[in-house]
């Protein structure tokens, strides 16, 4: 079967004759597996329907991705955050470009309340997230206060509230 077909049944969510294909956990099609391809449309049923047909959530595609990457990546929270509290290993995977999933919700927000919010609704340990860094060096804190400069909007109640999570933790950009 082509690609393109596994395409077509992908998008018609018949999902009973792809399970059917041999391999289909194998493919690769565009740099992605089928669960990837699932996440990248904010599928929850084809993803739900492949677990429990013994599809591996912790896999990444050709880019070190998983699932809760692309979602984040491709605007589906509600999706990356019922996955991350069944998978939560998920959350701290590191992709190809030493980026975790909350990274791209991050940029893909560019707004320091909003991410802030998320993370404080969903529980996040901030100081473990303090010492997380991506691939140009920056924890997720800096990059949202980054942000926040840009948008104007720290205000004094976050700004506290980080400055009391860093604890030990001395951060130039935090003091001046």
């Known amino acids: 079967m082509s690609n393109n077909d596994i395409l077509k049944l992908l998008n018609n969510n018949d999902f009973s004759e792809l399970i059917k294909i041999k391999n289909i956990n194998d493919i690769v099609i565009e740099e ?34 998983n699932i809760i990457h692309l979602f984040f990546r491709n605007g589906f929270d509600n999706l990356a955050e019922k996955y991350y509290k069944l998978y939560p290993d998920c959350l701290t995977k590191y992709d190809d470009e030493l980026t975790i999933p909350l990274f791209y919700c991050v940029d893909r927000l560019k707004s320091f309340k909003k991410c802030f919010k998320f993370m404080e609704s ?13 691939f140009e060096g920056e924890n997720i804190i800096t990059r949202l206060i980054d942000f926040s400069y840009a948008d104007k909007e720290l205000n004094k109640d976050y700004y506290d509230f980080i400055k009391d999570n860093l604890e030990d933790r001395k951060s130039t950009r935090l003091n001046s």
């Open 32 to 65: 992605n597996k089928l669960i990837h391809l699932l996440a990248i449309r904010g599928n929850d049923d084809g993803l739900d329907y492949f677990i429990k047909k013994g599809f591996d959530v912790n896999i990444s595609n050709l880019k070190g991705q």
């Open 122 to 134: 969903n529980k996040f340990d901030v100081k473990e997230l303090i010492n997380t860094v991506s």
